[in-house]
Nanobody, 121 residues
């Protein structure tokens, strides 16, 4: 079994910063792309940022220049540094990872339980 556990969410004022972490644990042979998605009330889940195992990144236009995704491959952990936060960044943030449990197994997509980020004065 594989688990993704997120941490770091909370309440922050506009213009503030937060850092999210997501650690993958369990039966992990290899971890490929990892990423962050978010879902605001009444809206569909959307991509925030992704990062491959080689470090190639991709960002939603709405967060470019403000958010930075990074990862520690040795720890199977992905981070999201969020700066200059805006009220419209308020959402539940979900971690995502593509993992296979053995060299012969298929790749599976896993999700964390989500962490709330609220940007409000």
């Amino acid at each position: 079994q594989v688990q993704l556990v997120e941490s770091g969410g909370g309440l922050v004022q506009p213009g503030g910063s937060l850092r999210l972490s997501c650690a993958a644990s369990g039966s992990i042979f290899s971890c490929d792309a990892m990423g962050w998605y978010r879902q605001a009330p009444g809206k569909q889940r959307e991509l925030v940022a992704t990062i491959t195992s080689s470090g190639r990144t991709n960002y939603a236009d709405s967060v470019k220049g403000r958010f930075t995704i990074s990862r520690d491959n040795a720890k199977n952990t992905v981070y999201l540094q969020m700066n200059s936060l805006k009220p419209e960044d308020t959402a539940v943030y979900y971690c995502n990872a593509e993992i296979r449990s053995a060299w012969y197994s298929s790749w599976y997509e896993y999700w964390g339980q989500g962490t709330q980020v609220t940007v409000s004065s």
